[in-house]
């Protein structure tokens, strides 16, 4: 476990300059935790730790993560935990984005997906920008013990808004397309991708 390893140090250290000693079996209890396993045996035989270089986007599960906290007795509360394990998976990790829950990860994915349309220069009609998207994503919410990739079909509506400067201000286009994201462990994700495959105005007599 040696990404494992190298983060629970950086936690020890954290800790200890607020005179917080941990054991490193316990720091790594914690960052099992954090990462969203029951216990760190689990986290061991789920192979997460040969992957977690590889992710993207980490989610740091706090509710577990102060659960555990409390079963180990440990010293340092939520306050000193969390900035503990963000300080070190940013330090190891510098390229990867921190979430604190899955929702917060969720709404950064509808905003990801809603962008990538909007900047489509095909799903633009008659020149006009259209600013906002209502692409739901596929999946109501995301497995918190899931492995399986998150993906599905996309179909929403890119909207001008109302604009009485622009000829086709309150314009809609109909858009159709899919969502990719890697999934490399419990609170790990790793590349992802947004395709529009169709888009087709709604009012007749224009053409996208």
């Known amino acids: 476990m040696e990404h494992l390893s190298a983060l629970a140090f950086e936690i020890r250290r954290f800790l200890?300059?607020?005179?917080?000693?941990?054991?490193?079996?316990?720091?790594?209890?914690?960052?099992?935790?954090?990462?969203?396993?029951n216990n760190l045996a689990s986290y061991q035989a789920s192979g997460d730790d040969d992957r977690l270089r590889f992710a993207i986007d980490i989610v740091i599960d706090e509710a577990l993560l102060e659960e555990r906290a409390g079963d180990l007795r440990c010293a340092a509360g939520k306050n000193l935990l969390v900035p503990a394990v963000q300080t070190a998976l940013t330090l190891r990790f510098p390229l990867a984005t921190l979430h604190f829950t899955l929702d917060d990860f969720q709404d950064q994915l509808q905003e990801y997906v809603e962008d990538r349309f909007t900047d489509d220069p095909s799903?633009?009609?008659?020149?006009?920008?259209?600013?906002?998207?209502?692409?739901?994503?596929?999946?109501?919410?995301?497995?918190?013990?899931?492995?399986?990739?998150?993906?599905?079909?996309?179909?929403?509506?890119?909207?001008?808004?109302d604009d009485e400067d622009k000829r086709y201000s309150d314009h809609e286009v109909k858009v159709s397309g899919s969502v990719l994201v890697r999934?490399?462990?419990r609170r790990l994700f790793g590349a992802r991708s947004v395709k529009l495959i169709h888009a087709q105005p709604r009012r007749e007599g224009i053409s996208s």
């Not at 200890?16 to 396993?37: E, I, P, R, Y």
């Not at 209502?134 to 808004?161: M, N, Q, R």
């Open 123 to 161: 799903a633009q009609v008659a020149r006009t920008w259209l600013p906002w998207a209502e692409t739901p994503l596929p999946w109501k919410s995301i497995d918190p013990v899931g492995t399986s990739d998150l993906s599905g079909a996309l179909d929403g509506w890119l909207v001008s808004g």
């Open 183 to 185: 999934r490399l462990g």
């Open 16 to 37: 200890a300059t607020d005179g917080v000693k941990l054991s490193t079996g316990h720091a790594q209890q914690l960052l099992a935790a954090a990462l969203g396993h």
